[in-house]
T-cell receptor, first 110, second 110 residues
Framework: GDSVTQTEGPVTLSEGTSLTVNCSYE??????LFWYVQYPGEGPQLLFK?????EKGSNRGFEATYNKEATSFHLQKASVQESDSAVYYC?????????FGSGTRLLVSP | EAAVTQSPRNKVTVTGGNVTLSCRQT?????MYWYRQDTGHGLRLIHY???????QIGDVPDGYKATRTTQEDFFLLLELASPSQTSLYFC?????????FGKGTRLTVV
């Protein structure tokens, strides 16, 4: 079946440093890929949909890239802030099912 | 903005008890999902549905039943609750791949 595997956490960073979260996936269908973010006490919410292969997407200072040949996609931010502390999920939609990675907890210290 | 409402937000039950978790979405989305979230496992799909009267089995269905009574309402049933079902449960709805989550129901089985 479909699956996604992502960077294990927690990831602890200082404010102003850069972040990269990696995800790899397996599917027999054409993948539709997403990044979600979950803040404490809330449900996950969409960060953005990953654009087509070799294109970049961005939202709230985060960027996503997708390497179709390596079946991997990545979330990056050049300079994290304390408010970015959250759990980040990559997700794959194959058919009707939405499959999430195990989540990467980011802790940003001031 | 899409709205998914879960009730109750917190529930404590005894082993062997009968529990129903409720979910309502007001966006006329076809797809609805039940996930459980546990430390180290991320979001795991229990059941999902693509319309009233439809039910699909997810990745961790054992011990759970679900019913989609209307386009808006999706219920998760635990008929003989066990301590291993202590978890945070999320309901979600989806259209065109974007998933909207409720705030979650924390279930404790003692």
């Amino acid at each position: 079946g479909d699956s996604v595997t992502q960077t294990e956490g927690p990831v602890t960073l200082s404010e102003g440093t850069s972040l990269t979260v990696n995800c790899s996936y397996e599917t027999k269908q054409y993948p539709t890929l997403f990044w979600y973010v979950q803040y404490p006490g809330e449900g996950p919410q969409l960060l953005f949909k990953v654009p087509k292969a070799n294109e970049k997407g961005s939202n709230r200072g985060f960027e996503a890239t997708y390497n179709k040949e390596a079946t991997s996609f990545h979330l990056q931010k050049a300079s994290v802030q304390e408010s970015d502390s959250a759990v980040y999920y990559c997700a794959l939609i194959g058919g009707y099912k939405v499959v999430f990675g195990s989540g990467t907890r980011l802790l940003v210290s001031p | 903005e899409a709205a998914v409402t879960q009730s109750p937000r917190n529930k404590v039950t005894v082993t062997g008890g009968n529990v129903t978790l409720s979910c309502r979405q007001t966006n006329s989305h076809n797809y609805m999902y039940w996930y459980r979230q546990d430390t180290g496992h991320g979001l795991r799909l229990i059941h999902y549905s693509y319309g009233a009267g439809n039910l699909q089995i997810g990745d961790v269905p054992d011990g759970y039943k679900a019913t989609r009574t209307t386009q808006e309402d999706f219920f998760l049933l635990l008929e003989l609750a066990s301590p291993s079902q202590t978890s945070l449960y999320f309901c979600a709805s989806s259209e065109t791949g974007r998933v909207f989550f409720g705030k979650g129901t924390r279930l404790t089985v003692v």
